[in-house]
């Protein structure tokens, strides 16, 4: 168990539709990263966030947007959603600004139908 | 733009060494090199990062070519439990931007 959470587990919706997904990091992580993993593109970094600010931004559709709260938690947010959406989104958290290492989550299947 | 290159599968023999290679030729001087695993079902661990130097720590090695366009990670005895998909990845220097790459499955056998 790293530590880092993310919720649903599961999410199967339909095309053109906006869900929300959820993580909140390890205590006193103040990063904040997304990826989404498919079997055609492999593992892609989306964007990272630190202590509220964006700090890097990857491969990230302007259909997608992230943010991370006060309390650190992270929200997702895919909207239009397209069957090619259709992956494992993780979610990690890391320390501080010279910290490396980063813990994973256990992902969120999302499924477009 | 940044790149590793892994191959696909390899496979190794339990308590033996393992050699996992990458390639990243068009790394730039202030790139990091990470290394992650996935085990089936789970989300990506860390394993080993480093710069210029090899780097050693409970779970593996890191050596890294003097010209930095190629490292390899060494698992010194491997176990049935490190059977998983290694990845190779590049954090962008002066950025927290990550590039992996496809990654190598590593199968490991009894």
């Known amino acids: 168990d790293s530590g880092v959470t993310q919720t649903p587990k599961h999410l199967i919706t339909a095309t053109g539709q906006r869900v929300t997904l959820r993580c909140s990091p390890r205590s006193g992580d103040l990063s904040v990263y997304w990826y989404q993993q498919s079997l055609d593109q492999g593992l892609q970094f989306l964007i990272q966030y630190y202590n509220g600010e964006e700090r890097a931004k990857g491969n990230i559709l302007e259909r997608f947007s992230a943010q991370q709260f006060p309390d650190l938690h992270s929200e997702l947010n895919l909207s239009s959603l397209e069957l090619g959406d259709s992956a494992l989104y993780f979610c990690?958290?890391?320390?501080?600004?010279?910290?490396?290492?980063?813990?994973f989550g256990p992902g969120t299947r999302l499924t477009v139908l | 733009d940044a790149k590793t290159t892994q191959p696909n599968s390899m496979e190794s023999n339990e308590e033996e060494p393992v050699h996992l290679p990458c390639n990243h030729s068009?790394?730039?001087?202030?790139?990091?090199i990470h290394w992650y695993r996935q085990l089936p079902s789970q989300g990506p661990e860390y394993v080993i990062h480093g710069l210029t130097s090899n780097v050693n720590n409970r779970m593996a090695s890191l050596a890294i070519a003097e010209d930095r366009k190629s490292s390899t990670l060494i698992l010194h005895r491997a176990t049935l439990r490190d059977a998983a998909v290694y990845y190779c990845?590049?954090?962008?220097?002066?950025?927290?931007?990550?590039?992996f790459g496809t990654g190598t499955r590593l199968k490991v056998l009894a």
């Open positions: 990845i590049l954090r962008l220097g002066g950025t927290y931007k990550y590039i």
């Open positions: 990690a958290s890391g320390g501080g600004p010279l910290s490396d290492t980063q813990y």
């Open positions: 068009t790394i730039s001087g202030t790139d990091y």
